[in-house]
């Protein structure tokens, strides 16, 4: 018996894993405006995390041939998550977490104030000499992207690198089914990537008025394949995802140093996961060679390793991929919104967020009830809509949780 619902409304097939999880109707109709595209290769699928988002709507795995939507890549490119498993066991934790969550906010910059300028503490004033490293192995790329592209450029590129960021982006120390502590976080390109992704959406804009391309949603607008522009994209987006990655892995370092200045001496098993979920690639699915998108969605070819998290408060999830084709090999990136974050600030007190995070040293405050775990699906609902799709191989509990 097949696990997903197909909605067929004009264009290709949409095969979406959503038994038992909510579809909004505005996510639908992005969803059949997708499909309804000439370069769509066989269906498009979606993920049970799926809400309306931006551009395109989160949690969908578009296959395409020929051209790329940069809008469905989105501003946030490689954004994903990292999660590394240590030798250490809860016992060994303090009593107190406030300070361990302490330790981590002063190593690594996080948040955004100063509205991103030079006083912003959410990027680095002078920068580490790991950082300066990492940037160095990204600089020539970069300037030769943007020297041709100037308004790609981010001016903070460098002073970006190993930083969080805002909204859902976090660092969590958790614990698994044998109480084994974790460390997981989520980010991704940060201002690098969100420059790169604005400069081509409105790139891909502009070539529609350009040949008079009429299309359901003009956040569809696209880059063909084999035309200058396509290449320059491409050329970015691989920049920003791997920026992404040496971004994740420099927080990743600087949290594990900063734990090690106030936890007992512990080492790093080989249980170490980096992936992304917002991103675009080459794969070959159904016999043909594609670009495909992931926009809130996590690879899952069978063998592959994910991190599925759950909201503040709630479960999350390291899994194995079963590599089931009709997916395109993918699974959620999460549990996925069930509300805007402005329904949530209306809808939920402090007193709701402090009984929702009752027992993770986390910020109970107001500037994070748009965060709170009831703005988001069910993480169980949501990993049941995926059972084939993934298998659970760990399941974690947040004890400490930093945000943005």
Same mark, same amino acid.
């Given at each position: 018996? *097949?696990n997903? *619902? ?5 264009? #290709? ?5 959503? /038994?038992?999880?909510q $579809?909004?109707?505005?996510?639908r ?6 499909a ?7 269906? =498009?699928? =979606? ?10 709507t989160?949690g ?12 469905a &890549?989105?501003v ?6 990292m999660?590394?498993?240590?030798g ?16 981590i906010?002063?190593? =690594?910059?996080? +948040? ?10 959410g990027?680095?004033?002078?920068l580490?000499?790991s &950082?300066?490293?990492r ?28 930083? #969080?960021?805002?909204? @859902? ?11 084994? &502590? ?5 980010? +991704? ?27 359901p !949603?003009? @956040?569809?607008a696209? $880059? ?6 396509? +290449? ?7 920049w920003a995802?791997?920026?992404?990655l040496?971004?994740?892995k *420099? ?9 090690r200045?106030t936890l ?6 080989d249980?170490?996961? @980096? ?5 675009? %690639? /080459? ?9 495909? %998108?992931? /926009?809130?969605?996590v ?7 994910g ?5 503040m ?9 079963k590599?089931?084709? =009709? ?27 402090a009984?929702?995070?009752?027992g ?9 009830i748009?965060? %709170?775990?009831?703005a988001?699906?069910?993480? !169980?609902?949501?990993m049941?809509?995926?059972?084939d799709?993934? *298998?659970?191989?760990h ?10």
């Amino acid at each position: 018996m *097949e696990n997903y *619902e197909v909605i067929h409304e004009g264009g #290709l097939p949409i095969k979406a894993w959503v /038994k038992g999880v909510q $579809l909004e109707d505005a996510a639908r109709q992005q969803l059949v405006n997708v499909a309804t595209l000439p370069f769509i290769h066989k269906h =498009v699928a =979606v993920m049970p995390d799926v809400h309306w988002g931006m551009g395109a709507t989160i949690g969908s795995v578009i296959p395409t041939k020929g051209a790329i939507i940069p809008a469905a &890549v989105g501003v946030d490119i490689g954004c994903g998550m990292m999660a590394v498993q240590t030798g250490l066991t809860a016992d060994q934790l303090p009593d107190n977490l406030s300070t361990v969550r302490s330790d981590i906010e002063a190593a =690594v910059p996080h +948040g955004r104030t100063d509205n991103g300028g030079k006083n912003d503490r959410g990027a680095w004033g002078d920068l580490p000499l790991s &950082v300066e490293g990492r940037w160095r192995g990204l600089a020539d790329r970069y300037e030769s992207i943007t020297e041709k592209h100037p308004k790609a450029l981010a001016h903070n590129n460098s002073r970006h690198m190993g930083t #969080l960021g805002t909204g @859902n982006h976090f660092i969590e120390v958790c614990l698994d089914e044998s109480n084994q &502590v974790w460390v997981m976080l989520h980010s +991704g390109s940060r201002g690098c990537g969100n420059r790169i992704g604005t400069y081509f959406i409105q790139a891909a804009k502009k070539e529609m008025e350009r040949w008079f391309i009429n299309l359901p !949603d003009k @956040n569809l607008a696209y $880059l063909v394949e084999g035309s200058e522009l396509f +290449g320059d994209y491409v050329e970015a987006v691989q920049w920003a995802q791997d920026y992404a990655l040496e971004n994740r892995k *420099e927080m990743m370092a600087a949290v594990l140093s900063a734990l090690r200045q106030t936890l007992p001496e512990f080492a790093v098993t080989d249980m170490a996961v @980096n992936c992304h979920h917002n991103y675009v %690639t /080459k794969e070959n699915h159904f016999g043909a060679n594609v670009w495909l %998108t992931r /926009k809130g969605a996590v690879r899952a070819r069978e063998g592959d390793l994910g991190i599925i998290p759950g909201s503040m408060g709630a479960r999350s999830y390291i899994v194995r991929g079963k590599g089931n084709p =009709v997916s395109f090999h993918s699974c959620s990136h999460g549990a996925g919104r069930a509300m805007s974050r402005g329904q949530a600030k209306k809808q939920f007190s402090l007193e709701d967020h402090a009984k929702a995070t009752e027992g993770v040293e986390c910020r109970k405050d107001e500037g994070v009830i748009d965060e %709170t775990p009831g703005a988001y699906k069910n993480i !169980d609902a949501v990993m049941a809509a995926q059972a084939d799709l993934v *298998e659970v191989i760990h399941t974690l509990k947040q004890v400490v949780c930093v945000k943005g």
